[in-house]
C-alpha cells in the first residue's frame, strides 16, 4: 500500500555537515526520492513566486521560514514523487516544523539521520563551496550555527529520544563517512 505506508528519513545535520552529499549517495545505492528543503526554498526564490522575497530574506539570516510553507512544498513533492520512500534532507529544523509535518503529512519518520560535524568543519566547507549561494559568508554561517544548535539540535534530542536517531560521525572522505550510513538503510531493508 504506496501511500499508506511510505518509508521516510529525515536527514539532520548543521550546515555544510555533508546532508546533500550524502543524500545524493543514498539515492544511488537505496533509491529514495530525494527532497532538501534548503533547495525547495531556493526554487521557490528563483521562480519568482509570492513568498519570494520573504524566503530570500530568511535564508539571508540564517532564520527558519515558517513551517506552513516549508511543509506545503514537501507535501507538493511527495505528492507528486509516485516515490514511497523519501530522503528529507535539511527538515524539520525547529520543533514547530516537525509537529507541523506531522499533523500535515500524518506521519513520522521511520528513520533520522544525524551528521555529527564540529563547527569549525562546517564552516572551513561552507567557505569553500563557491557555489554562490547568499547565506555562504561567514556573518551567515555564524547566525545558521546559532540557529541550529537553538532549534535544531532540540528537534534531534527528540528523536534520540523515541529511538528514531542514527548518529554519524560526519568527518572523514565522503566514502568513509557513507560506509557508516550503508549498514543502517541495509538493516531495514529498503
Ligand atoms: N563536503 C561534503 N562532504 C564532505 C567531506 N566528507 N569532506 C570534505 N568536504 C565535504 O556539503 C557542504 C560542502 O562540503 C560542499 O561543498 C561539499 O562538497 C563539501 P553539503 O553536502 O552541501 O552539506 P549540507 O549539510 O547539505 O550543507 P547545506 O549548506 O546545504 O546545509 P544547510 O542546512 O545550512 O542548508 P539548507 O539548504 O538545508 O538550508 C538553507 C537555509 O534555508 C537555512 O539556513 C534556512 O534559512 C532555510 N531553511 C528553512 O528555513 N527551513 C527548512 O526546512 C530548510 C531550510
Ligand atoms: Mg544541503
Not at 505506508?5 to 537505496?30: A, Y
Not at 524566503?55 to 513551517?67: A, D
Not at 528537534?155 to 554519524?168: A, E, P
Request: with cysteine; hydrophobic share 35%; net charge neutral.
Amino acid at each position: 500500500p504506496k501511500e499508506k505506508n511510505p518509508f521516510i528519513t529525515f536527514v539532520l545535520g548543521g550546515p555544510g555537515s555533508g546532508k546533500g552529499t550524502q543524500c545524493i549517495k543514498i539515492v544511488e545505492t537505496f533509491g529514495f526520492k530525494h527532497l532538501s528543503a534548503g533547495d525547495l526554498l531556493r526554487r521557490e526564490i528563483a521562480s519568482n513566486s509570492a513568498d519570494g522575497a520573504m524566503i530570500l530574506n530568511t535564508i539571508k539570516e540564517g532564520k527558519i521560514v515558517p513551517s506552513q510553507v516549508t511543509v506545503k512544498l514537501i507535501q507538493k513533492e511527495m505528492e507528486s514523487s509516485g516515490s514511497n520512500k523519501f530522503l528529507i534532507d535539511g527538515f524539520p529544523r525547529t520543533e514547530e516544523n516537525r509537529v507541523s509535518f506531522e499533523r500535515i503529512i500524518g506521519v513520522e519518520p521511520n528513520v533520522v539521520l544525524f551528521f555529527d560535524c564540529p563547527e569549525e568543519e562546517m564552516v572551513k566547507r561552507l567557505l569553500n563551496r563557491n557555489q554562490g549561494r547568499v547565506d555562504d559568508n561567514l556573518e551567515t554561517i555564524k547566525k545558521r550555527l546559532k540557529v541550529f544548535e537553538a532549534l535544531s539540535l532540540p528537534v534531534i534530542n527528540y528523536y534520540s529520544h523515541r529511538g528514531k536517531l542514527y548518529t554519524i560521525k560526519a568527518v572523514g572522505t565522503e566514502d568513509e563517512i557513507f560506509e557508516q550510513v550503508r549498514p543502517i538503510f541495509t538493516a531495514f531493508e529498503v
